[in-house]
């Protein structure tokens, strides 16, 4: 049997859709709230068949999805987005952990709401040291089709075809039961979001694990849902801060040292772009005539990446939210 477990956080636009698109499975469906301030809740009682868990408090996503996997019977776990919608069976996800037991977790092919694949994001391979440092170094923002990007991002990958892979998007991640437990599940860490689904690909991996893309299994994405409640500098904070602490468990105290001072590169290259942007914005603005809102919005983003700068460097802490 399978267990649905599905992380909520402010999720009342996109839950029950959600629900409803997992109605004909005969999957058991668990949602763990994360202190949603929403309707989120309300939604999801509307729904009987699901078992509806309540920590209390903001656990993130990896305590979340913790939390559903020791409160679940089902042999496979599938852990699910609540900004997802099943547009096929499940089956062959199910079956190819079944038929291979080298094969330890799947990931589905993901769409947007014209059906086409997120390419880019529905597989990666895991970050290289190179790799994160052309991410903090904005190279991959300015050329995009560097091989280094283009080889972390599969975009050598055909989406419509089956594939050994190192890590599907933990927006659809299927993990056996067993397999899961052994390595010690997620790890919370990784708070509140970002890295956790990366990181337990790889440690699945280390211990001989094989994880399959099922491209015959589509699930319609949103995307970023969770986010829309978190400001601008929260969310620099969070993945600047749980990259660190990616690098320095997986990769090591040379390259952890080699991504910190690529970060500090990085974040002085973004300053130094916002602050010129506030000493000539109010000068377009003021000949344009338009409201100076550029140079506020600036400021922030000048802000947002000093703190995630000093966060960053700090040693690592799990900071909770309500």
Known sequence: MISVIIVTYNSAAHIARCLESLAPTDAELIVVDNA?????????RKFSRVKLIQPGANL??????????RQSNGEVLLFLNPDTSLRSSLAPMERALQENPNCVAA???????SGLPQRGFLVRRFPS??????????????????????????????????ANVDQPAGAALMVKRRDFEAVGGFDERFYPLWFEDVDLC?????????????PDVVIEHQGGHSLASVDFSEKQVYWYRNLIYYVGKNLGWRASCLVRAALLCGLGLRITAELTGLVIGPIIEWISSR?????RVRNARVEAYWRAARVAFASHAVVRSS
């Open 202 to 214: 790889l440690r699945l991996k280390r211990a001989g694990g094989m994880i399959a893309y099922i």
């Open 291 to 295: 409201p100076r809102t550029q140079s």
């Open 60 to 69: 993130g996503f990896a305590g979340g999805c913790n939390l559903g996997a």
């Open 107 to 113: 990931g589905a092919q993901l769409v947007d709401a």
């Open 129 to 162: 040291t190179t790799a994160v440092v052309f991410e903090m170094l904005l190279i991959n923002r300015l050329l995009p089709n560097n091989p280094v990007n283009r080889r972390y991002r599969y975009w050598d990958m055909d989406p419509t075809q089956p």
């Open 36 to 44: 949603s301030r929403d309707d989120t809740v309300d939604a999801v």
